[in-house]
Every structure is written in C-alpha cells, then in structure tokens.
C-alpha cells in the first residue's frame, strides 16, 4: 500500500496533466475515460475477432485459421489433430483448447472435414478424443468450394511471420449449412443450420429471380414448428419436438431428439419431471448408437398418448429455440435475416465465379499469347538471326525486329519478357518442334477462351450451372432430417400425471393437499385449479395448495378444467330468507382465479337447497316437497331438470315456488342433454379437435368409436380423444360403425399371392393384425363401404395381348368371416395394379315398427315347450295374478 501523501507538493505531484491543483499547472485524468476507450476497444476484439462470423465466408476466425492450417498441411491423407492445432497456432493468438474445441465442432458438422477416429456425438453429448488420437483431412466438398489461393486476398498474420486469407472464397452459403452461434461483448448470434440441397434450390431461385423460403435443418432430426421463424431475425422462434413413437400399449420409444439437446439431458428431464410427479414411468433406457433409440415403460394403466404429450409439456422432448440473425460486415455487426444472407452469399458466389473467370481467361490468354509467340519464333527461324549477335541486347533487338511481321494478329504487344522467355527455349525443343501440334494446342485454346467467354457473357446461367453441380455431387445423404409441421399446444393441465391427493374439511372450509385426517376428495396435480362451491351460493376456483381457507359450509369441491362446456352444474337455491325458490342450470368455462362469485340473486341469507355437478351435461329428475302452510293444495311435484335451459352463471334462473320448501329428493338419474361432439382430424398437426379445423370425422356420443387401419395391417377401433397421438402410416380415420363390414386386399408374403378377405370387428377394445405374419405381406387396398368394387389390372405378358382387366363385386366374391381369417385367393394372374372404384348404393334396411313385432309371452312359450295344448283357460280373478304393468282397478301405468 502507498504512503499517505500529507502536503499539499505531494498531492500535486501525483496529478495528471489534465486538471490543476492550486499553483501547479498539472491535472488529473478521470478513469471513466479511459474505462470508456478500453471498453469499447475489448468489445469490438470480441466481436470481430472471437464469436460473430463474418457474412463473407460464414467462418468466425478461428475456423477460417483452421481451414487454412488443414489446407497448408494437405497432402491427402490424415494429419493428426493435435499436429493441426499446434499449426493454427501460427496465426491464432490463443490456446489449443479453444483451436481443439472449434475443430471438433466443425468436425461433427460433416461438411468440411473427412473425420477419422473419436470425434464425439452429437446424440448423447459425448466429448471426442483428446487430438493426439484422432485425425481429420479436408473433405471433397471443401476443396471444391472454399479454396482458390490465386483470387484469394492476404493479410499478415498477428505477428507478422505468416500471411493468412482476410476471408476464404467461399462458393457456397457455408453460414446457413453449419449455422452459427456466439456470444460477445453487448451482442450475441444464433443462426440456424439449413439443409444441403434446400440451400442450393433457393439460391438457384434467387438467380432465377424467383421467390423462396428458408427454414431450418437439424442434424439431430425431430419435428419442428417454425410458423413463427420469422426469417431468423430477432423476435422469432423455432419449437423443435422429439420424434415419440408408441411401440405397445406400455411402452414409448425416441427415435429423434430435439436440436440443442443430447440423449443425456433429454433423459434427465424425464426423470426430474418423473421425480416431480408431472409423469409416470416405471423404466428408461437409452439404447442410443448409430441412431437414437430410448425406451421409456410406462406402468400399467398409464396412458401412451397422454403421456406423449405431457413428454412435450414437461421435459426437454419439446424445445423454443430464438435465432438472432448477426454477422460482421467491413467491421461491423450487421443484423440480416436468413433469406438476405442467402441472396448476399449467393451474389457473392457469382461474383467468385466471375473472378475465377476472369483469370482463367487470363491464363489461357497468356499461354495462347506465348504458343503463338513459339510458334512464330521457331517456324520462322528467327533464332538464327542471333547468331551474329554478340551483346545482350543485340539479342533481344533482333528478335524483336524479327517478330515484327508476324504479330498483327496477337491479342497484345510483345513484351521484353516475352523475348526474354523465347531464348529461354532449349535447341532441343526446337529440334523436335511439331508445327501441327503447335496448332492443335493453339486451337484448344483458343476453344477454351471462347468457352470462358461464352459463361461471362451468360454469368447467371454459368452460376445456376454451378451450384446443380454442387447439388449432383454432394447432395446424395444430405436430405431433410427435420420433419416440418404445426404443433397443437399443450395444456399442461390436461396431460399432467395426478400425483397427490385432494381433501377437504367441508365445516371449517378448508381444501388442501395436507390435510390427510380430513375427507379424501380426488386425484390432482400440483398445476391444477380447484372450483368450490358452498351452501350460500358462493362459487370460487383457486390454485392446489397444501392448505387454503375458501368459505364454511362446502358442498361441492373438484378439479376444474378451462373452457369445459359440456360440465354442468344444476342448482336450486332460496333467493334470501323469506324469498322465493329458484332453479338454474350453468357451466363455468372461465373465471378469474380467487374472486367469490355469487350464483344466487344477491339477497342476504340466500342457501342451496339442490346441487349436482354433471360432467356430461346429465339432467335429473327430482322430486319438491313444500312445507304445510295454509290452503297449499299440492304439497309435492316432480321437476325435471331436462326442462331448464343452461344458461350463464349470473342468470337468476326460474322460479321453482313461492312458499317455503321442505326438502328436495332425487328421483331419477338423468341421461346426457348434451348433443354429440364433432370431431374433426387436422392433417396438418395430426391431431383430432373439437375446433372446426380440418375434416370432420362426425357426432360422436360417449359410445362412439373412431375406426384406424394401418399400412402394415393394424386395425383398431378407439374412443375419441383430443390428446391421441396417430401414426404415419395410418390410411384410414373414420367413424366406425360396428355392423359395417371391412373389406382388404393385401400380399400375402408366403404364397406371393393376392388374398381377399372381409370382416367385423368383434372386439373393439384390441388391436388385431388383419394380414398375415409373414415379412413380405403387405396391405393393399382397404374398402369401408358395404358394398365395394375393385378392379384388377394385369400383367401384359410378352408377345401376348394384355388379359382384359376383371371387376370384383366384393359382397359376391366373399363372404363375412373372422377377423383372424386368412381370407380368399384374389386370383393366380401377375397383377400389375388393384384400384378401387365407386362402390356401389347401400341402402340400409328400415327398423321394424314397435307395433309389428310379434311378441310371445313367456308364460306360453313355457307350456309349449310341455306340449301344453289346452285351450280356453280360464284366468283366476285374484289380484295376485294382475300383470305388473296394470293397477287393481285394470288401469294401465304409463312410465
């Protein structure tokens, strides 16, 4: 520590020239400047020499040093990466780990760098080898695309030993194919890798001046969601999904991860959201090499579908990835989007190609310019005018005066270098010099010229060539991993596992999930909103908590779920305590969490005297008994609740009576007055709804099943649910109806035979194989009306007329048999194709009236099966042997 300065000579000694203490003439520099200065200057070093890549090339500096190292070491086979990293560091002023880590991440990329060894994987997250144990060489595609020395510009490196390339010339929108991300000093980029051969179809467009789109590839595969992209500026965002596929009816399967994550943090957020109670699994396995493969059991019990998609809710199987589109251009942070990078890095392409052009024109012009100078010079023996040259520039003077009558025709003067490169020519070559190959090699060249100057002339017809041919080479393996659609959104209370228990203390007024001596409620989760209801009429929905005070007096408390239409809730209060009694039928389909609202008329001392929560909308029959009082006449009356609209939960309802009420009694449990739900199937999400979007599948009541057939055979029939999840092979989705028959032709593997069957579905709760086993059967057409037709189009035989195809009627050619039947033969010719064709009109028969069917008392059938043939029995009068459905007096009872 410095010594305190005590005098004021002191002080001044120790201040800057910038501000004056007393007498002296010096001053003090403030350290916000110079913090400001050093700042920026560090900023600026981040960014333009660490973490952005420039728009030119798309490589950050590091792997543009890289690039160049493997090129400098190139000799076609493997060079050790350490040997690599040591040579970059001749122009990275930086450690090997950094250089290491680059490598690898260009190395995994598989675009630039032919791997050998370790080199990690991207699917499980593991790191590589350490770099003295794996090697790597330049791939075909990067000594195509990224490497020209002669149109390639140089800078000193940072010492100044070395020249290294400002920017590579790169052929090729390199950024979009790898992607790119980096965080700086007051910035950041995240640009999204695209696939191959999309890339090099929208920079043709580009030149052909047609419009395109862009949207991201990943090499982990899985579904992605990009409706809001939003061109990879800020702002936007990509929701990337793992591919879950159900193997059976207790296990799931993950075969394609979300981009960004691996294996390893995938199944970690499974079991953290398995430890937290959102899931239920009973076994993880991760079975992942070449290809990503994680079993997931599920305990019994346990929904596929809904677990599916609490997967997506839940865990890191469903992704947001924000881009932020930034690159540096002439030394500055540039923020574009990804169709603007793509038509800057296809311009620039041309204009690489245009360069590379022009001098290779240049070349050719030079070496045909010094062909036709050889040619002049030995067919016209001008070397012997030299012989009696004695002085250098004798020499070059008579060879210059010997050429003058035969250069009219040469493309630019005769330079001395020219002469001088003319005596360089040995005796031996002009001993041996062929005048006709001279020319052959002359008229090649000049073809070659006239060939260069043909694609300048037609630059964008030459560059569209170009990048076709980048497509043919290269563009075999590379085709879309990620799969393109529109994701539902998922309402995490629907699909969350219910992992605790719900009580409630009714008197006191409490629910909660800890309160374990009290009445045992239901199952819920730890998202879930709770609706109460007490007997003042005070409805309330509050979040699950341990413990919650919501009102004395509860009689009815239960999960509530947003937007339920079809739960009803029938009500018949008192309105205050000398009021008239009302009754009212409402759903609650939205409400703001922890507000009372009163479902009475408002008076004081208002109370339920009836309530039922129905979650099919049921309406029931109850029976009212008023209090005697006075000249009431009719003390008793049924209600049925059927009669009473559903409205809002604010309508006051209809009035019931006037007098005071004793009790009401349930006297018949109600049927649903709800109509069938329309279902429609989004083709788009995949997904069923109940929203009006894509194909309506029909009405279905809780009965009601949807029919599913699929490609290798499956046939189910299943409730309808918004959360089910269908497979890509499913070519049938209708509603099924149990006595519609189901007719399929497929190939039968074994006998290479087409077989015919049709059938029902007699049990609608298992999934039946409706082919046989064989590897090589295989379903061919599928046929859900009564009464189909198909045709059979045959094989021509050579030298032969083709067989004149044959109709089948479906109904006549076989009959309804078992499901597990192998069916009929179709027939024994080759078949070339099967269409279905316009079945033909069902018309369904018409029900038998009540009043027609004969109908046999049980009492005669008895004595007829005992051979009674009695007749004219007379019937005993006592009332014991009154049919049930009459009273004493004969009268029918009308139920």
Sequence with gaps: MSEEITNEDELNENLSPEEVVGDSEETITRVTGMYRDWFLDYASYVILERAVPAIEDGFKPVQRRIMHSIKELDDGRYNKVANIVGHTMQYHPHGDASIGDAMVQIGQKDLLIDTQGNWGNIYTGDSAAAPRYIEARLSKFALDVVYNSKITEWQASYDGRKKEPINLPVMFPLLLAQGAEGIAVGLSTKILPHNFIELIDCSIKHLQGKKFTLLPDFPTGGLMDASQYNDGLRGGKIRCRALISQQDKNSLVITEIPFGTNTTSLIDSILKANDKGKIKIKKIEDNTAANVEILIQLPSGIS????????????????????LGCVIEDNKPLFIGVSEMLRRSTERTVQLLKNELEFQLNEFEEQWHFASLERIFIENRIYRDIEEEETWEGVISAIDKGLQPHIKHLKRPVTQDDIVRLTEIRIKRISKFDIDKAQQ??????????????????????????????????????????????FDDIEATKVVIRNTKLYVNREEGFIGTSMKRDEYVTDCSDIDDIIVFTEDGTMMVTKVSDKTFVGKGIIHVAVWKKKDKRTIYNMIYKDGTRGATYVKRFAVTSITRDREYNLTAGSNGSKVLYFTANPNGEAEVVTVLLRQSGSIKKLKWDLDFADIMVKGRDSKGNI???????????KEKGLSTLKPRKIWFDDTVQRLNVDGRGELLGEFTSEDRLLIVRQNGIVKAVIPEVTMHFDDDMIVLEKWDPKK???????EGEKELFYIKRFVIENPDKEELVITEDSKSYLEKVFTDYRPMAEIVFVKDRGKDRKENQLVNIEEFIAIKGITAMGNQLTKEKVLEINALESKEYTPPKPVPADEIEVVDEEEVKSSSKGSTQEGAKSSNDEDDIPPHTDSEGQITLF
């Design 304 to 323: 596929p579908d809904k677990t599916i998609d609490a997967l997506y809710a839940f865990t890191n199987c469903e992704t947001s990835i924000s881009p």
């Design 441 to 486: 090699k002359i008229d090649a060249l000049e073809d070659q010229i006239a060939q260069i100057k043909h694609h300048l002339a037609n630059l964008i017809d030459y560059a569209i060539d170009y990048f076709k041919r980048l497509k043919k080479d290269y563009g075999a393996g590379k085709e879309r991993k990620t799969e393109i659609r529109l």
């Design 656 to 666: 019931v009576t006037k007098y005071a009420v004793k009790r009401i009694e349930l």
């Design 741 to 747: 028959p189901i007719s399929v032709i497929y190939w």
